[in-house]
Each structure stands twice: as C-alpha cells, then as structure tokens.
C-alpha cells in the first residue's frame, strides 16, 4: 500500500475504531441489563447494536458496510427462520458477526492472493462474498451451470445466503460432533474443548484445515483418518500413506496444540455464549 492510499484510507480506519469502542460501549450496558433481569434483545436490536462498518482493510481490501435499518429488519427475519436445531439466532448472529458484520454486501478481495494481470473472473475466485463470506471458487462449486457474476449476486442475496449458509453450518455442526465422538471414544481430550468449536475453525480453514491442527498431522492424513484401538492413537489411513508412523497422533504430539490454534473458533464459541445471554437462551 502506498503512502497516499495509507492516508486516503486513514479516515475509515478511524471511523471503524470509533464504531468498535461504540458498539463494546452499548454491549456492555446492554449486557448489563439483561444479566440483571431486564427483557433480553430480539435478534434485530442485536443485530442493531452489534452492526458496524470495517475496512478497507490494509492488506486484503476486506470491506464490511453498516448495516441499515431496512436490511437489519431482512437479516433478523432470515435468521430466526433458519436458526433451526442444531443452530440457533445465536450461533448465527456470531457466525455472521465475526465474518461480516452483518452486511449482505461485505466483500473481501484478499488483495493478498491477487496475481499481476489477472482478469476480473480470476479474481473473483480468490473474493470473499456477502454476509457468509463465500469464496468465488466455492461459490462456483454451489451453483454449477451460473456464469461468474450470477454467483456474485447470489452471495450478495441474503435470501439465497442465510438459507446457504444455515445448510452449511448444519452439515459442519453434524461432522464435528462425530468427529468429536470419535476422539473421546479413543480417549483422546479434544484440544478444542467442544465441538461447535471445531465447526467454528471448520468454515475458516475447511474440514481438512481443521482437522490438520487437530491431528497434527499433513492435509492428505487429516483427509483420511481412523481411530485406532492402540491406546487412542489416531492413525491416517489414506491410500497414499505409507506407513502409519508419519502421521500418527500421539499424546506427544497432542501436547503441542495449543488454544492459539482454534483462535477463530474459540472467538466465535465466546461470542455464541455472550449471544445466547443478551438473547435469553439457554
């Protein structure tokens, strides 16, 4: 970045810390309040309360928009609609908080990843899009027969996005719980604590980023792994391994992880709790 776009930009960084020490400021008064009987929020005074604006950030380009009260109102209603078990409003404020603040129209070009040249398609295979931060090269995979810039505007949609995204998540939540479930089984301690944790990490870094950090292990071994019944020792078992030795998990090696490895998820899980509070949900 360039001196001139540094202090071009400067105005908005302001405005964004600003908006962050307004809204802590209104969280903790309404936090405050419920936590000492008072009505707890719907969705949309959350959503009111928590809506801010970021960016654009100085070395991906992210930029997030405050929400208005019209679109508030939209977003309120397509999570309460597709909050179903095993999510809740909650857990969907917290997700689309920590993505995009809410904003249908939140993009993030991860300049980053931006190669010399390239076309407006090529970037936006490497483009986070909308409220639940779809990548474009995701996003083609959803929608198999749309053009480019159909998908782009399908991410933008948040009555095609909540509803996409509450299909994910669900699908996240159900792998992790079994993964979880197979870790406690073989008597290992999961580093992440609970598995909405490992959900959490899972739609940052995919289920294969994920289950690396929880392996400790390489991507192709966290692709395709068993439980061993040798003193629950999690062992790869995918074709291309040949031998178990490379990537099996021992307590060693578990002692390694550390929380700083699930920030993204313990961020959330913390959020989700704090949520479930202001909302009045058990």
Known sequence: ??????????PKWIASIITILQNAAKDQAATAAVSAGAKPLS??????????????????????????DADAATVAELIEQYALAPLDPAMMCAWFRGESYFDPGAINPNNQDAKPGETPEEAFLHTDLGIGQFDGKELLGMLPGL????????????????????????????????????????????????????AFEAYNAGRTGALVRVLNASPNAANAFAISANGGVLVPMGPNDQTTADHAFTA???????????????????????????????
């Open 252 to 282: 060693a090696e578990r002692a390694k992880i550390t929380d700083a490895a699930f920030g993204y998820g313990n961020g959330l899980n913390t959020r989700w709790i704090h949520y479930k509070l202001l909302l009045g949900l058990k």
């Open 1 to 10: 970045m360039s001196l001139r776009q540094f202090f071009a930009n400067l």
């Open 43 to 68: 969705v949309l005074d959350l959503l009111k309360q928590e809506r801010g604006s970021f960016g654009p950030s100085p070395r991906t380009g992210g930029v997030a928009h405050r929400l208005t």
């Open 147 to 198: 053009s480019w810039q159909d998908a782009e505007s399908k991410a933008f949609d948040p009555f095609w996005a909540i509803p996409q995204f509450a299909r994910m998540a669900t699908g996240l939540l159900t792998w992790a719980e079994d993964v979880d479930n197979h870790l406690r089984v073989a008597g290992v301690t999961p580093p992440y604590g609970i598995a909405q944790v490992l």
